[in-house]
């Protein structure tokens, strides 16, 4: 079974900075894309980054210039770095994985819990 396990969510003023971790347990056989999306009240789920096992990286336009999305394969775990924090970026952010595992047949996405992000105007 996978699992995913997020930290680093909280409360930060406009302008500031967080950093989110995720890493992933379990007999995992091939990791594809890793990464993060975010939902805020009201809005549909949405990429904010991803990074492919060779180590590419995708991100929301709102985000770049802002976000980092690094990933320590020794580890199973990607950190995202946010800068320069907006009110709008104020959201439930979730890890999510497209992975083989043990006991499916085929690659399947898994997601975290979800941590909140509030920035304060």
């Known amino acids: 079974q996978v699992q995913l396990a997020e930290s680093g969510g909280g409360l930060v003023q406009a302008g500031g900075s967080l950093r989110l971790s995720c890493a992933a347990s379990g007999t995992i056989f091939r990791f594809n894309d890793m990464g993060w999306y975010r939902q805020s009240p009201g809005k549909q789920r949405e990429l904010v980054a991803a990074?492919?096992?060779?180590?590419?990286?995708k991100y929301a336009d709102s985000v770049k210039g802002r976000f980092t999305l690094s990933r320590d394969n020794a580890k199973n775990t990607v950190y995202l770095q946010m800068n320069s924090l907006k009110a709008e970026d104020t959201a439930v952010y979730y890890c999510?994985?497209?992975?083989?595992?043990?006991?499916?047949?085929?690659?399947?996405?898994?997601w975290g819990k979800g941590t909140l992000v509030t920035v304060s105007s």
């Open positions: 990074i492919t096992s060779g180590g590419s990286t």
């Open positions: 999510n994985l497209d992975a083989w595992a043990m006991g499916v047949p085929t690659d399947m996405d898994y």
